[in-house]
Every structure is written in C-alpha cells, then in structure tokens.
C-alpha cells in the first residue's frame, strides 16, 4: 500500500490557480500521486485565503474531499503540544501554524514525503533531526 502523501498550501493554489509559475507542474503530481492526498485545516485556510485573492473558488478542494482524493486526519486539538513545541522551535523562521502542523504530520506519517514549494521545509526536521522527504519542484 502505497504511504500518503501531505500537502501543503501552495501545491494546491498553484493547481487551482493557471497562470501561477508551478501550476503545471503540481498538475503533473497530481496526476501521478496515489490518492488519498492528506492535508491539515490549517494549509487549507491558509490556501483558500490566496485563492480567494485572486478570485478563485475551492470547489476543487471540496470536490477532492468528497470524492476521497483530498483527507484531513490531522487534528490540531490532539497535537496542541507537539505544534507549539515546533513553533518555538523555528520561531527565527517564517514558520506558519500550517508550516508546524505539517511537520508534525511528517513525524506521525513517518515514510510520507510533504509536496510543497516552500524552500523552508528543507530546514524543518521532524524528531529533531531528521530531514522531511521533500517533493519539490526541480528536486
């Protein structure tokens, strides 16, 4: 069984938004990426404020969820801790609170890469030290 695959904010507005730069190459990882995709609530709020300010709808988002392309199994309540503990520990980083909670799905997906366009998971460490599997563009 293939192991999941997180995503973050920009992967999605880069899919549902054309004329970004990475818009066809997220729709190339897409395409070939065993489903279900698995997300926190936190990347999606952070992807549907950018797709909304460009004028945007998330249907896509919502369509992926019903048809089980797209899951959200990372609870934020239950991670409280762990989140806060990874804030602080980047607190000289831009780290967002979608940043920390994906992160934190890398530590409790332990095998599963994190699909992203932002150059700061390659200094995030899940367990401490321990490099995230990255899928990035040109990688």
């Given amino acids: 069984m293939p192991v999941p695959v997180?995503?973050?904010?920009?992967?999605?507005v880069a899919f549902l938004v054309r004329r970004d730069r990475y818009h066809n190459w997220v729709r190339g990882q897409f395409a070939r990426l065993a489903v279900p995709l698995i997300s926190c609530e936190a990347a999606l709020a952070e992807a549907s404020h950018l797709v909304r300010r460009v004028g945007r709808t998330l249907d896509f988002l919502f369509e992926a969820m019903r048809r089980g392309r797209l899951s959200c199994p990372f609870r934020l309540e239950e991670e409280a801790d762990a989140v806060q503990r990874l804030?602080?520990?980047y607190r000289d980083l831009p780290v967002s609170l979608a940043d920390a909670c994906l992160v934190r799905m890398a530590e409790l997906y332990d095998s599963s890469p994190v699909l992203t366009l932002d150059q700061d998971f390659s200094v995030y460490r899940k367990n401490g030290r321990q490099v995230i599997p990255l899928i990035t563009p040109g990688a």
């Fill in 6 to 12: 997180i995503v973050d904010a920009g992967p999605l």
């Fill in 87 to 89: 804030l602080n520990r």
